[in-house]
């Protein structure tokens, strides 16, 4: 079993920055992920890709967050960290963790970012 902890989430006004953070402990079994990400929903929105990195590095973001989003991670990729810059209305969403291997995907809780104009 895996549980992915995210913190960092929180209330900031536009312009501000917040870090999330996403780490996984592991119940039994370590799962080696090759992918860590994270996805926002807004309300009445559909799931949307924020940020991806994979265990050789590679990066992917979103379109709408381009620029102002950093994604990084821990060499055993078991943390993700999630560097948002210039925040905007409109990325208030909850945040989503991702890490996957394969078929293997597991989710954490989500947490809310709201960023006030």
């Known amino acids: 079993q895996v549980h992915l902890e995210e913190s960092g989430g929180g209330l900031v006004e536009a312009g501000g920055s917040l870090r999330l953070s996403c780490s996984a402990s592991?119940?039994?079994?370590?799962?080696?992920?090759?992918?860590l990400g994270w996805y926002r929903q807004a309300p009445g929105k559909e799931r949307e890709l924020v940020a991806t990195?994979?265990?050789?590095?590679?990066?992917n973001y979103g379109d709408a967050v381009k620029g102002r989003f950093t994604i990084s991670r821990t060499s055993a990729m078991t943390t993700t960290f999630l560097q948002m810059n210039s925040l905007k209305p409109e990325d208030t969403a909850v945040y989503y963790c991702?890490?996957?291997?394969?078929?293997?995907?597991?989710w954490g809780q989500g947490t809310q970012v709201t960023v006030s104009s």
């Open positions: 991702q890490m996957a291997r394969a078929s293997l995907v597991y």
């Open positions: 990195i994979t265990r050789g590095g590679s990066t």
């Open positions: 592991y119940g039994i079994d370590t799962i080696n992920f090759n992918v």
